[in-house]
């Protein structure tokens, strides 16, 4: 079967987790389906960019007459086009990783089928991020996604509760599928964090971590008052006093980075917070093995790879109950049950001194595993369509 997949919404090195997670699945898909073959859909200013897919002998890359750094010519290009050109191409099935579907022929009417994928509805629960066009646009995708789509993926169980409460027209389409987790091997980490630790001016276990975008919801200025009481001088607690004097690395794109500067400054701990910017895969890695703890206080995540990642690392991780993150974690990390309370935050961080640092497995999150998953669905999608034509 020729599958399709929708790339024309990734902006490299923008898109964050998302991107992530496709190009994670791409891989997925080249070494462990002998069955089907792709076809990826890519803006032609960026198409390069996916180049090494095609080393797969079941991928091509198809790119199309728009540019994906354009949006909103490249979303007009998409609803007009993608549809009419996968059938020209014979493909059987649609992958649309993010949630904004295009426009397509039925498949009563002899259409392809569409597997569409809602990470989260974040702009219903944070309108405040968003501008009321954009907004607007996310529920009509929703919407169009739940009700147009043969099949609609979520990445959590907490995200389809929350989806089929919101578009019920969807209850019995809807599967969770978790998003796979890559992280590098180590062979190369101890030179990594080398260079690291003089770029930053840390050292090992003298660090705390954190992989987060500046949104309000990521509650970053929760750690920045942790940050501030830890090294207060009229701070007299022993069980941190170990940790007096110590960083939080923060490494992330996107948000309100101005307002997070400002917080730093107000808690007047310049000297203790180090923000990276955009990391590397590689040296994410290796700040994630060598900190002292990995501290997540985000109250909001459809699935939350950070903290994952943290404990496939090895490092003792600290976060909270909040959303999705204590499913995904699988119960394995030290919690926080009010996100907000910067006593609580210290208490717990404090008895995360004593847990001995290890490398957790998430089986469920291995790249095969989600592989399988998804081919097992294509192949579920294929034959209910096949059903429809008949």
């Not at 496709?22 to 390069?48: C, H, P, Q, S, T």
Request: charged letters at 25%; proline letters at 4%; one cysteine or more.
């Amino acid at each position: 079967m020729l599958i399709g997949i929708d790339l024309l919404w990734v902006r490299p090195n923008i898109c964050g987790g998302t991107e992530s997670v496709i190009r994670n699945l791409m891989n997925g898909f080249g070494m462990y389906d002998d069955k089907n073959e792709y076809i990826l859909f890519a803006g032609k200013d960026v198409a390069n960019s996916f180049s090494d897919y095609e080393n797969y002998p079941n991928m091509k890359i198809h790119p199309c007459d728009t540019e994906s750094m354009k949006r909103v010519k490249r979303i007009a290009w998409e609803n007009a086009n993608l549809d009419k050109l996968a059938r020209s191409l014979s493909v059987k099935l649609m992958l649309i990783p993010v949630y904004s579907k295009p426009k397509s022929l039925p498949v009563e009417k002899g259409g392809i089928p569409f597997i569409t994928v809602i990470h989260d509805l974040q702009a219903l629960h944070f309108p405040e991020y968003f501008s009321k066009p954009k907004i607007f646009f996310a529920k009509r995708s929703w919407k169009k996604a739940c009700e147009e789509s043969e099949e609609v993926v979520t990445i959590s169980e907490f995200c389809r509760n929350d989806i089929i409460e919101h578009y019920p027209v969807c209850k019995d389409k809807i599967s969770v599928i978790y998003n796979p987790i890559v992280v590098s091997e180590a062979q190369d980490e101890n030179l990594t964090f080398h260079a690291v630790s003089d770029k930053y001016g840390i050292e090992k276990n003298g660090y705390f971590y954190t992989v987060s975008s500046m949104l309000p919801h990521k509650n970053l200025s929760t750690l920045i008052k942790v940050m501030a009481k830890i090294n207060s001088d009229e701070n007299g607690d022993d069980d941190i006093s170990s940790l007096k004097g110590m960083k939080l690395v923060v490494s992330g794109v996107g948000g309100k980075k101005e307002e997070f500067l400002e917080d730093v400054r107000k808690a007047g701990v310049e000297d203790y917070v180090c923000d990276t910017g955009y990391v590397s895969d590689e040296e994410r890695d290796s700040l994630y093995s060598n900190c002292r703890m990995f501290l997540f206080p985000s109250t909001f995540e459809g699935f939350g790879m950070p903290p994952v990642e943290s404990m496939m690392k090895g490092a003792v991780t600290v976060t909270t109950r909040s959303a999705s993150i204590e499913e995904i974690t699988g119960q394995k990390a030290v919690y926080v049950d009010d996100a907000k309370d910067v006593n609580e935050w210290v208490r717990k961080i404090a008895e995360a001194v004593s847990v001995q640092g290890k490398k957790h497995s998430f089986p469920e999150y291995e790249l095969k595993f989600a592989t399988e998953k998804y081919i097992s669905l294509f192949e579920s999608v294929k034959n209910k369509a096949l059903m429809t034509e008949q």
